[in-house]
Antibody, heavy 126, light 108 residues
Framework: QVTLKESGPVLVKPTETLTLTCSVS??????????VSWIRQPPGKALQWLAH???????SYTKSLRNRLFISRDTSKSQVVLSMTNVDPVDTATYYC??????????????????WGRGTVVTVSS | SYELTQPPSVSVSPGQTARITCSGD??????AYWYHQRSGQAPVLFIY???ERPSGIPERFSGSSSGTVATLTIDGAQVEDEGDYYC???????????FGGGTKLTVL
């Protein structure tokens, strides 16, 4: 059974760095075409994809937050870590991690999130 | 920047057909995916690769895509189908991954 679980601080002060951990089970972060995404959802608002990392260590970030995000993985611990620098109250949200699944077609690869964690709520406030 | 556009809300009576659309310029070349989110819960994948249904998702849910519009159809909507539905896809380059703004489905 594939599961993902997010963990991290509940409360962070403005300008601090937020570090979140996604612990996975039921699949290996070193398997080919395997990856994990981070997604967030501010209260009452839509989902926003933040970043992803693949088993090849390929990483990508959403354009608007590229300068503040860093994603990494520890395959021995089955964990993916997301760091966000210089947080602001607008970064208050539920943060989710999700497994990336892949569809291979003659035209290319398609990536999507198939299994999600339950999310962790982060509040940015002084 | 690239956007996926959804109607904010859709309302139907129980047993009626509900259709939720997702518009994006890259959709002719990129698959659309659909997620359902109940209040306070994590999103759940309901449709992948435009039309495919994961195991465990009821048959009344189906997906289609034509041109720049992807559509999630619920044939015979039920009260338990209420919640927020999000489409997901990528831009033409595949670099930017994004969700639509979400559609709140009400069945009453």
């Amino acid at each position: 059974q594939v599961t993902l679980k997010e963990s991290g601080p509940v409360l962070v002060k403005p300008t601090e760095t937020l570090t979140l951990t996604c612990s996975v089970s039921g699949f290996s972060l070193s398997n080919a075409e395997m990856g994990v995404s981070w997604i967030r959802q501010p209260p009452g608002k839509a989902l926003q994809w933040l970043a992803h990392i693949f088993s090849t260590d390929e990483k990508s970030y959403t354009k608007s937050l590229r300068n503040r995000l860093f994603i990494s993985r520890d395959t021995s611990k089955s964990q993916v870590v997301l760091s966000m620098t210089n947080v602001d109250p607008v970064d208050t949200a539920t943060y989710y991690c999700a497994r990336i699944s892949t569809t291979m077609t003659p035209g290319g690869f398609y990536y999507y999130m198939d299994v999600w964690g339950r999310g962790t709520v982060v509040t940015v406030s002084s | 920047s690239y956007e996926l556009t959804q109607p904010p809300s859709v309302s139907v009576s129980p047993g009626q057909t509900a259709r939720i659309t997702c518009s994006g310029d890259a959709l002719p070349k990129k698959y659309a995916y659909w997620y359902h989110q109940r209040s306070g819960q994590a999103p759940v994948l309901f449709i992948y690769d435009d039309t495919e249904r994961p195991s465990g998702i009821p048959e009344r849910f189906s997906g289609s895509s034509s041109g720049t519009v992807a559509t999630l159809t619920i044939d015979g909507a039920q009260v338990e189908d209420e919640g927020d539905y999000y489409c997901y896809s990528t831009d033409n380059s595949g670099v930017e991954w994004l969700f639509g703004g979400g559609t709140k489905l009400t069945v009453l």
